[in-house]
């Protein structure tokens, strides 16, 4: 199957929705260490794995096209997993859902800039950066790869992890596209031995851990209803895990969890808190108390949605950070 990465190259197979940049900024928010599932296929075009299907997205004059393989009979290399297909009023709700679109972003946006003069110096450089309504299994084990990696090395990592447990779902341009694995795929007995021999170090035993303690006690399904609770006690929970920290949590509640009051907290957070901000905290070292002090800061600050307006000054510290790139190839 052939990448379609212009709506002008089959205009029958794209649809669109209304979304302005102030809204959704593809290049910042798929970028931006909230998913690993991503990857420019062309300039402006990303492709990627939503929902068990395979994705590109584009913006062009304020709409935000997308189209869906595997949804024509056009396999060049034998027929894919049996995926079921979307319609088009599906498709929109999976990617308003994704995008949490019905969050209008630019008046918080002026909520947080009224606030708070830090927020102000950085919002006009990187508008359109909110948080993703992840499935919460696959957020949760893809955080778990996180502690102390970085974004191109976890990328490859769930690329791995993908290709070795999901169920292949198409082919594009020779490339394999595959689901996100399953708790079963990922708590068997020689799940750990599997993953150490991909490269995750350590991190083998708590993604097969966590992935077994999941699918012995809450379920997929449990796991998703602690969307419903309180998110002290959806992160409490999630702390219990194994490999799993308050920092993990958080990102796991605002991400998935619908928690956006979650500020995730690292040293770089505890920094610009201290720093920037000028919190004076209990202790000179990033512990559970600091972290609760900090995330109370900032949630006294920006109010609700907290957690969204640490995202945007997560991605500008990112963006700054990093030098120009060229064309980002898949990783392999």
Same mark, same amino acid.
């Given at each position: 199957?052939?990448?379609?990465?212009?709506? &002008?190259?089959?205009? &029958? #197979?794209?649809?669109?929705?209304?979304?302005?940049?102030?809204?959704?900024?593809?290049?910042?928010?798929?970028? &931006?260490? $909230?998913?690993?599932?991503?990857?420019?296929?062309?300039?402006?075009?990303? *492709?990627?794995?939503l929902g068990g299907h395979v994705w590109t997205l584009r913006q062009e004059r304020e709409r935000l096209w997308y189209t869906v393989y595997g949804q024509e009979q056009e396999q060049l290399d034998g027929p894919p997993a049996e995926v079921a297909k979307l319609d088009g009023a599906e498709m929109e709700r999976i990617l308003r859902d994704y995008f949490q679109l019905d969050v209008e #972003? &630019?008046?918080? %946006?002026?909520?947080?800039?009224? +606030?708070?003069? $830090?927020?102000?110096?950085?919002?006009?450089?990187?508008?359109?950066?909110?948080?993703?309504? $992840?499935?919460?299994?696959?957020?949760?084990?893809?955080?778990?790869? *996180?502690?102390?990696?970085?974004?191109?090395?976890?990328? +490859?990592?769930?690329?791995?992890?993908?290709?070795?447990?999901?169920?292949?779902?198409?082919?594009?341009?020779?490339?394999?596209?595959?689901?996100?694995p399953?708790?079963? +795929?990922?708590?068997?007995?020689?799940?750990?031995? $599997?993953?150490?021999?991909?490269?995750?170090? %350590?991190?083998?035993?708590?993604?097969?851990?966590?992935?077994?303690?999941?699918?012995?006690?809450?379920?997929?399904?449990?796991?998703?209803?602690?969307?419903?609770?309180? %998110?002290?006690?959806?992160?409490?929970?999630?702390?219990? #895990?194994?490999?799993?920290?308050?920092?993990?949590?958080?990102c796991v509640c605002l991400m998935a969890l619908d928690k956006a009051e979650a500020v995730p907290v690292d040293t770089h957070v505890w920094r610009i808190a201290r720093e920037r901000y000028g919190v004076a905290l209990s202790g000179r070292s990033l512990t559970p108390q600091a972290h609760q002090e900090i995330g109370d800061f900032f949630r006294g600050l920006w109010g609700p949605y907290a957690g969204w307006a640490q995202a945007v000054l997560f991605c500008a510290d990112l963006h700054k950070a990093q030098k120009p790139a060229g064309r980002q190839n898949r990783a392999k």
């Open positions: 199957m052939r990448l379609r990465d212009t709506p &002008s190259a089959c205009p &029958s #197979l794209w649809r669109s929705l209304p979304c302005p940049l102030a809204e959704l900024r593809l290049d910042l928010v798929l970028t &931006s260490g $909230q998913t690993f599932r991503w990857w420019e296929s062309s300039p402006g075009s990303w *492709t990627g794995v #972003l &630019s008046a918080l %946006y002026r909520t947080w800039e009224a +606030a708070d003069p $830090q927020f102000l110096k950085v919002a006009s450089d990187f508008p359109g950066v909110r948080v993703l309504r $992840q499935d919460p299994v696959e957020c949760l084990l893809s955080f778990i790869c *996180t502690s102390n990696n970085h974004i191109s090395r976890i990328t +490859a990592m769930i690329d791995r992890l993908c290709r070795t447990f999901g169920r292949l779902l198409c082919h594009l341009d020779a490339q394999p596209f595959h689901a996100f399953s708790l079963s +795929a990922l708590s068997g007995a020689d799940a750990e031995a $599997q993953l150490r021999a991909l490269g995750f170090g %350590y991190r083998a035993k708590f993604v097969s851990g966590t992935a077994r303690t999941i699918a012995e006690g809450l379920g997929a399904k449990g796991l998703c209803q602690l969307r419903t609770a309180p %998110y002290h006690e959806a992160r409490k929970t999630l702390c219990a #895990l194994p490999g799993v920290g308050t920092k993990v949590a958080d």
